[in-house]
């Protein structure tokens, strides 16, 4: 790791002040559980730290008339401990639980969570987010891509978004509000994810110079019937391989709204419009949990070796959606 | 006199029962001390550059930024300009420093430039390895295959393989190395304790340090694993020493994660087409395979197949490809789990093409099995038993609605486990206090602990009434800790060595008993006339007999050793495991695993059990989990790390049940090792109980979702 200058700013204002116009500047240190490692394997080599768990205002989770209000620099566990909240929101409430070591919750934060950096082996093994060789081949198409996205995989980017938070907040319509040195501005969660067109480009929306300091959960998330699936290879220490969030309106079992957004396809969280379509206006039940399955994976483009990633797709909406009514 | 033989069962008071480990409070309170827990005053880190690219020749090496680095005292080449390095992670410089930081920052100083040359990294068959990238053995055959598969009325055909696997030991490769003048003091991680002078002395000779190996003292306490990766001090070993000598102070280099999945273990990969064939009532007659894995540059071996079940007729080709990867170092039975998995799954193929059950077609062939066939009939037999197999058991396919189905597999497995040479030296003081003190290693296993119990069995004291000394050349040497000989090697030379201690003992108290010592026996903490227990003195007394010279006895172990009698080899066992897989996802878990497995006589059935435990744990790992994942593109392994080498957690073991044969046809072959047999069948009993359970074979470890939902017909690998 390189040497680095420490920040530990107790308000936002300065906290911002401390960061740069360019990514290797500075770096805002939440939790650290990916930052330190990224750091240690000289992926990312910042100049300085900008510790924010000393930011009050960052912290607390808020039951308000808007909805909830998450603090960026709360853990995870922190958040799991407001099961009154959660228990509304059983699609974060699931995601949080895939989070299954015990550590990683105790230190990890939401903010951390959604801007964490993917997993992308390529990416992790210096060869850059879009992987590319030396002579500026992608290698994930002709590589080990058995991890890699089976939507939006034509270029630049071929990595999966690897929060499971993510889609589960994009389901519940969540939002987060970014300060920086032109004050604040609110983006739904969705937003705060693109795809890369190249090199320069990371794959969230936030400025170098900004800061992640609330995510809120508008109330009227809370009528809806939500839930999480995740398929994961092992109980143990790990990302999940899909997932599916789910939120519906329901009119007894009448689909009236439908949110679908699947995790780890895609360099983003992937909204299932195609499944969302399908849903509305029909009675849910087993039958049209697997025609919504089947939906979801429309649009796939499945690399040499991850084609089961679009079984687990549907598998993953499916029983989302059974979990929600369930 | 005290006799050499195993006491008989009634007569047992410590051997065979269940018994924690002596060093069990030390590791679990965090007290034991592991080489990387050494930290002699003066400590400087050492760390390693090595090679970025697969193949490649070294057109230029300079230290001289590194070497003036801030805190950095010391560097050291292992290689030079014009070598070649033949694999990512290979060693080429290592750098001491006074902060583990400050070493690391300056090997990146390090300048090295490589011309790159082509490289083979992928695990690939022989036809697409290119010429001169693998050795193809002669074919070996038995019999007439031609006429085995005329006469056989079902052939079964398939495709099976698992991966290169890595050792991934908990505590990496490495040690601290200190001078004292010309004496040399390391804190190895080792599986060989006794055996490192050679080694040394070559090693540092090599960098132009004049040492003999009378001056090396190795120690190792307790070690976090080593599965056969651990018998050589290897290149970063010397290193220590040589950056150690030069910068005047004790140098600690341990492996880095990275570096040691790429480098510090490899268990080769093995794929083969096999085609087997059998009469309608099961009798095996043939048996053909093609074969080939890698194990890196260098080849590794020639594992033949079939495994256990000696078919009458056969023809086998196996080729070794030659890749650039860390080369292959002896993983827990080597090419054992490999030749049992393509056996057993190939067999339980043709089972199910003959509509037999697996367990019905195992026992009708069991007589080619060989001499141990009456073991693995009843051990499957109890393994059946165990796991509830003729209830549970159902065809291929389970039938049950809804996407989780259930299944059940089985394999045997065999092993030799000979007790290995070594010397032990017992110790009886005046006051009664007694040290058994050996050149052996704890790899984890318990070796400390059966070491003190059969030296307190044979004195008639409780445990805590000897002493057990290991891990150190100041005792008497020991053999490496390879072919779980270890147990057999040290009960042996400890039996040997208390008894004659013993005996010496026995001589000097008959007097005062009024008898002579063959009337004597020690049992209970006391020394006693056989067969009239009112003639006793204490233990105590009987030693403040002996004046002040102690008694000393050094016993010598294994099948060359006077205690031949007490040891032997070869071993059977018979797992059953039971799964369920959610065929819509592929996700496969193990539910449940019976190891029913024999070793002559067990010494201590707790930490005997935990082997097995060990054993069962790690298969389902490599079942399931684990893969070395190598890109041919770069050259670069792409999982040398604890996210992407996957092993499982606790919440992905499912239930272990241990049964040991302990019947006195079992036991009166002596004591024989255990630590590597029970891991050769899980990954053959776990891919025969997805088959069960899902009605097709996965032909690959480890079975991911995607190689689950391939064989499924649903995705997957395309
Ligand atoms: C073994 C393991 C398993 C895991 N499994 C899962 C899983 O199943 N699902 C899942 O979603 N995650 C999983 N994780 C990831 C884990 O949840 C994240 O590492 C953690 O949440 C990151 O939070 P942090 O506070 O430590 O972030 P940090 O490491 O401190 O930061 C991560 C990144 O976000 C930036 N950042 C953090 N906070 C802010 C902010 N407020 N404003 C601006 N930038 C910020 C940092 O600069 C850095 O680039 C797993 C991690 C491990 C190690």
Redesign the pocket.
């Given at each position: 790791m390189r040497p680095f200058e420490y920040g530990n700013p107790s308000t936002v204002a300065q906290a911002v002040a401390l960061l740069g116009p360019q990514w290797d500047e500075a770096?805002?240190?939440?939790?650290?559980?990916?930052?330190?490692s990224?750091m240690k394997d000289y992926i990312?080599s910042p100049k300085r730290l900008v510790n924010?768990k000393n930011i009050r205002a960052?912290g607390g989770v808020r039951e308000e008339k808007a909805g909830l209000r998450i603090g960026?620099?709360v853990?995870?566990e922190e958040l799991y401990e407001h099961p009154g909240p959660l228990g509304r929101y059983p699609a974060l409430r699931t995601?949080i639980e895939?989070?299954?070591?015990p550590q990683?919750r105790g230190?990890?934060?939401?903010?951390?969570?959604l801007?964490?950096?993917p997993r992308c082996w390529y990416f992790r093994n210096g060869f850059g987010l879009l992987a590319r060789n030396a002579k500026g081949q992608p290698l994930v198409p002709g590589g080990d891509n058995r991890y890699h996205a089976i939507f939006a995989n034509s270029g630049p980017a071929y990595f999966v978004c690897?929060?499971?938070?993510?889609p589960a907040l994009v389901t519940l319509g969540a939002s987060v509000r970014l300060e920086g040195p032109k004050g604040a501005r609110e983006l739904p969660v969705a937003q705060l994810f693109q795809i890369p067109k190249d090199a320069n480009e990371r794959e969230h929306a936030?400025a170098p110079q900004?800061?992640?300091?609330e995510i809120l959960i508008p109330a009227s998330a809370a009528s809806t019937r939500n839930a999480t699936y995740e398929v994961r290879e092992r109980q143990f220490?790990?990302?999940?391989l899909a997932t599916a969030s789910v939120a519906l309106r329901l009119e007894g079992r009448e689909v009236r709204q439908a949110q679908i957004v699947l995790g780890e396809v895609a360099p983003t969280p992937w909204r299932a419009e195609a499944a969302e379509r399908e849903l509305a206006g029909k009675t849910l039940d087993e039958a049209a949990a697997a025609r919504a399955g089947e939906a979801a994976t429309q649009g796939a483009h499945p690399l040499s070796r991850n084609g089961y990633k679009v079984q687990l797709v549907r598998v993953a909406v499916q029983r989302a959606l059974l979990a929600a009514i369930a | 006199m005290a006799d050499l033989q195993w006491p008989p069962a009634a007569n047992r008071h410590l051997i065979g029962k269940s018994i924690s480990r002596i060093d069990g409070p030390w590791k679990s309170s965090g007290t034991a001390k592991y080489s990387y827990d050494m930290n002699p005053p003066g400590l400087l880190y050492a760390k390693m550059v090595t090679s970025p690219y697969a193949h490649a020749k070294i057109t230029a090496i300079d230290t001289s930024a590194a070497e003036h680095a801030p805190g950095v005292h010391a560097v050291h080449l292992f290689t030079a300009v014009g070598k070649e390095v033949t694999c990512e992670g290979q060693e080429v410089a290592a750098v001491a420093a006074d902060t583990e930081e400050q070493a690391e920052d300056a090997a990146r100083l390090v300048r090295v430039e490589y011309d790159e040359l082509p490289y083979l990294v992928a695990d690939t068959d022989p036809t697409h390895a290119g010429a001169g990238n693998f050795r193809q053995n002669s074919e070996e055959t038995q019999g007439n295959p031609t006429q085995g598969f005329q006469q056989a009325e079902v052939v079964s055909e398939g495709e099976y393989g698992l991966p290169v696997i890595t050792h991934c030991c908990m505590e990496s490769h490495g040690s601290v190395a200190q001078w004292d003048g010309d004496k040399l003091n390391v804190w190895l991680s080792t599986q060989n304790v006794s055996g490192q002078g050679g080694e040394y002395a070559q090693g540092l000779s090599n960098a132009g340090i004049n040492f003999s190996a009378s001056n090396l003292h190795v120690d190792c306490q307790v070690m976090g694993g080593g599965f056969g990766s651990k018998f050589s001090a290897d290149t970063w070993g010397v290193a220590a020493a040589v950056l150690a000598k030069k910068a005047g102070r004790p140098v600690k280099l341990m492996l880095d994660r990275n570096v040691e999945l790429l480098v510090a273990g490899c268990r080769p990969s093995m794929h083969g087409k096999i085609r087997v064939g059998a009469k309608r009532d099961g009798t095996l007659v043939a048996w053909e395979s093609q074969s080939w894995g890698t194990g890196g540059v260098r080849g590794f071996g020639v594992p033949p197949i079939p495994y256990i079940f000696d078919i009458p007729n056969y023809s086998r080709t196996h080729a070794n490809v030659l890749t650039n990867i860390g080369a292959a170092r002896a993983w827990r039975a080597p090419n054992h789990p490999q030749m049992c998995y393509l056996t057993m799954t190939a067999l339980e193929d043709l089972a199910a093409k003959l509509g037999m059950d697996p367990l019905d077609f195992f026992l009708k062939n069991i007589a080619l099995t060989g001499e141990r066939a009456d073991y693995y009939k009843q051990e499957l037999q109890q393994a059946a038993e165990m796991i509830g197999w003729k209830q549970k058991w159902h065809p291929r396919g389970d039938k049950t609605p809804g996407s989780i189905k259930r299944g059940l597999g089985l394999s045997i497995h065999t092993w030799g486990g000979a007790g290995h040479q070594g010397f032990c030296r017992t110790t009886i003081h005046p006051d009664g206090s007694v040290e058994v003190a050996t050149g052996s290693q704890d790899l984890g296993t318990g070796t400390r602990t059966v070491i003190g119990i059969v030296a307190a069995e044979t004195l008639g004291l409780p445990l805590e009434g000897v002493q057990v000394e290991i891990g150190d050349t100041k005792y008497p040497p020991d053999g490496a800790s390879g072919g779980s000989s270890t147990v057999g090697g040290v009960t042996s030379s400890t039996r040997v060595a208390a008894t004659d201690a013993l005996n010496q003992l026995l001589a000097k108290v008959a007097p005062s008993l009024g008898t002579t010592p063959d009337k004597l026996e020690a049992a209970q903490g006391q020394i006693r006339v056989i067969g009239d227990p009112s003639k006793a003195i204490s233990w105590k007394q009987a030693c403040a007999k002996m004046g002040a010279t102690p008694i000393v006895a050094q016993g010598q172990g294994g099948s060359r050793g006077p205690g031949r009698a007490l040891i032997s080899a070869g071993v059977g066992g018979a797992q059953m495991a039971e799964v369920s897989v959610d065929v819509d996802t592929g996700v496969v878990r193990m539910e449940k695993m019976v190891a029913v497995q024999d070793c002559g006589l067990v010494i201590d059935s707790k930490t005997a059990e935990s082997q097995v435990f060990g054993a069962c744990i790690m298969g389902t790992c490599y079942a399931l989990h684990e893969e070395k994942i190598m890109d041919q593109q770069t050259g670069t392994c792409l999982n040398p790390n604890m996210?992407f080498y996957k092993l499982g957690g606790i919440d992905d073991i499912g239930d272990i049940v241990v049964h040991f044969m302990t019947d006195p046809m079992y036991e009166n072959r002596g004591v024989i090792g255990l630590g590597e047999p029970p891991v050769v069948s899980p990954g053959a009993a776990i891919s025969n109980a997805v088959a069960n359970a899902i009605g097709v074979r996965v032909p690959e470890l480890p079975m991911t979702p995607d190689r689950v939902l391939a064989a499924l017909g649903k995705g997957g690998q395309a």
């Open positions: 770096a805002v240190l939440a939790g650290g559980t990916d930052l330190l990224l990312v924010i960052l960026a620099a853990t995870l995601a895939g989070v299954s070591s990683m230190m990890g934060t939401v903010g951390g969570d801007l964490q950096r690897p929060s499971s938070l993510a936030i900004e800061i992640l300091a220490m790990d990302w999940p | 996210e």
